[in-house]
Structure formats: structure tokens, C-alpha cells
């Protein structure tokens, strides 16, 4: 005795909703963990400082506008970082700050970068950069301190600017 039956494909129904409930739920967990990553950031969080007009001599290779806005602190530690490099780094930091950060004490600096995100550490930041550190900057208000993350950029054989931008006050 033989039954002639069908060739057909056993399955499950294709679910529809359940992936597009999961896709939205993904959306919206990414979203709301930007919103607490950024939640203390100041406003220029994830905007690097990239002057136009290239670096000035005065500035000692940073890329910077027609002067720096703010002096260096006098209190500059350098942690394994060079001199000329951890005095270029601290200026390169000083620019990212805002406007209205008020006077810093102090500055430390060091050689590995702050990156616990994507939102510390923006791929697009770094790629095609090569990683000089961070620097840690005190305020006389007795405020927050700012984390500023500091990379170089290459935009030729020979031009060299740095790129610095807050990661966080702490």
C-alpha cells in the first residue's frame, strides 16, 4: 500500500510582529542609553575642536583660531607624556572647553584615551587619528572637572593637527 503525498516544506508560520515588537524595542533601549550617556554632558559633548585656518606658531602645532582664549594652568602635569607633547595636548584641551567654563587651576595629563562608549570614543573621532591621551582639567570654582579626549589628526605628509573634544565632567 503506498500514499502518494505532496512534497511541501514544514515550517514555522513566518512571525511578523514579534521581530518588528524587537526591533523597536532595540531602537528604543539605544536611544534611551544615548539619552543617560549624554545626560551631565556639556553642550559641545561630542563636537571636536578642529579650528579652520590651520595651526598658528604660537600655539606650538595646535590647530587653533587667532589665539587660545583661555592661558595654560600653571600647574601642568605631564603623566608619560613628553613636555612639548603634554603642553600641546593641554592646549589642545583648553579650546575644547566651552566659552563659559570658568578659570583652570590645574591640568593632568595622560597618555590613554577615556573611552568607556561610542559616545566617549566616536569612531569617527578616531579613525585615521592616532590616540594621544586625555587630559584631566580642574576649575578654581571648585566644579566638575573636565575630561577632554585629545587625538591627532594627519591631513597630509606633513600637517599635523590635534583634535580634542569633553568626554565628560567629572
Same mark, same amino acid.
Given at each position: 500500500?503506498?500514499?502518494?503525498?505532496?512534497?511541501? $516544506?514544514?515550517?514555522? *508560520?513566518?512571525?511578523?510582529?514579534?521581530?518588528?515588537?524587537?526591533?523597536?524595542?532595540? &531602537?528604543?533601549?539605544?536611544?534611551?542609553?544615548?539619552? &543617560?550617556?549624554?545626560?551631565?554632558?556639556?553642550? /559641545?559633548?561630542?563636537?571636536?575642536?578642529?579650528?579652520?585656518?590651520? *595651526?598658528?606658531?604660537?600655539? /606650538?602645532?595646535?590647530?587653533?583660531?587667532?589665539?587660545?582664549?583661555?592661558?595654560?594652568?600653571?600647574?601642568?602635569?605631564?603623566?608619560?607624556?613628553?613636555?612639548?607633547?603634554?603642553?600641546?595636548?593641554?592646549?589642545?584641551?583648553?579650546?575644547?572647553?566651552?566659552?563659559?567654563?570658568?578659570?583652570?587651576?590645574?591640568?593632568?595629563?595622560?597618555?590613554?584615551?577615556?573611552?568607556?562608549?561610542?559616545?566617549?570614543?566616536? *569612531?569617527?573621532?578616531?579613525?585615521?587619528?592616532?590616540?594621544?591621551?586625555? &587630559?584631566?582639567?580642574?576649575?578654581?570654582?571648585? $566644579?566638575?572637572?573636565?575630561?577632554?579626549?585629545? &587625538?591627532?589628526?594627519?591631513?597630509?605628509?606633513?600637517?599635523?593637527?590635534?583634535?580634542?573634544?569633553?568626554?565628560?565632567?567629572?
Amino acid at each position: 500500500m503506498g500514499f502518494e503525498v505532496p512534497v511541501s $516544506g514544514v515550517d514555522r *508560520p513566518p512571525a511578523r510582529g514579534g521581530r518588528l515588537v524587537a526591533a523597536g524595542l532595540l &531602537v528604543l533601549a539605544t536611544v534611551v542609553a544615548a539619552a &543617560v550617556a549624554t545626560a551631565g554632558a556639556a553642550p /559641545n559633548h561630542q563636537r571636536p575642536v578642529v579650528p579652520s585656518g590651520g *595651526p598658528s606658531a604660537d600655539t /606650538n602645532g595646535v590647530a587653533a583660531g587667532p589665539s587660545l582664549p583661555r592661558p595654560l594652568p600653571t600647574n601642568l602635569n605631564c603623566r608619560d607624556v613628553d613636555g612639548a607633547t603634554c603642553r600641546r595636548m593641554a592646549k589642545a584641551a583648553m579650546l575644547a572647553l566651552p566659552a563659559e567654563a570658568p578659570d583652570a587651576i590645574d591640568a593632568t595629563v595622560w597618555r590613554s584615551l577615556l573611552c568607556n562608549s561610542t559616545f566617549d570614543c566616536p *569612531p569617527t573621532y578616531i579613525e585615521g587619528s592616532a590616540p594621544l591621551g586625555s &587630559v584631566i582639567i580642574r576649575f578654581a570654582d571648585g $566644579g566638575p572637572s573636565a575630561a577632554v579626549n585629545v &587625538v591627532e589628526g594627519r591631513s597630509g605628509a606633513a600637517l599635523r593637527t590635534l583634535r580634542a573634544w569633553v568626554v565628560r565632567w567629572i
